[in-house]
């Protein structure tokens, strides 16, 4: 068995705030997959896990938020840099001991969000968002997914792009609890 624990893995600053936090037969959800380095490390460290599902399309996409909104160009991924995550991700989630924990689902996340009943997740963790647009959509559409009290979670607020958007979304829906940043990752507790 691989331990993915390294510093490279997105989520690795959730472990503790779940393992504290969620109590038995925790579900939970990882928006953008990319290699399943954060996917194999909740499985492997999360105690009490019953199931983590891993969303992503696995196709070739334009990455605008992180670069072009912050004075970069674009990036763009390939078909095949695509496949090669979705190659990857499967080899990671062989190796790394916890393959019945791990499920994945080959599709955008605003068509599996329909799969999750609302109040129905002990946690969520967002990292496939392309625009500011797409950020605001999935969290708009996933938030209703998370229990009270579990936790909601997304990637790259380092980038002032994000952070606007994550923002955006609270004061909108006029959510005060607390927040917290640290290692590019934002997180509350609903």
Known sequence: M???N?????????????????????????LGVQYGLSLCTIAQKVENLKLIYGIDPYLPYNDYLKYAYDGHPAVSHSEEQADLYRI?????????????????????????????EDDSLDFIFIDSHNTPQDLYEEM????PKIKV?????????????????????????NILNKMSMFDSVFVWIK
């Open 2 to 4: 691989y331990n993915f």
């Open 6 to 30: 390294s510093k490279e893995v997105n989520a690795q600053s959730l472990i503790h705030l779940i393992n504290l936090t969620q109590t038995k037969d925790i579900v939970g959800v990882e």
């Open 88 to 116: 990857t991700t499967q080899h990671n989630i062989k190796f790394c001991g916890q393959s019945d924990k791990i499920k994945i689902i080959e599709k955008t996340a605003k068509d599996a969000v329909d799969q999750f």
């Open 140 to 143: 708009t559409r996933w938030y």
């Open 149 to 173: 009290g579990g936790i909601f979670a997304g990637h790259d607020v380092h980038y002032e792009t994000i952070k606007n958007v994550v923002d955006t979304f609270r004061n909108k829906n």
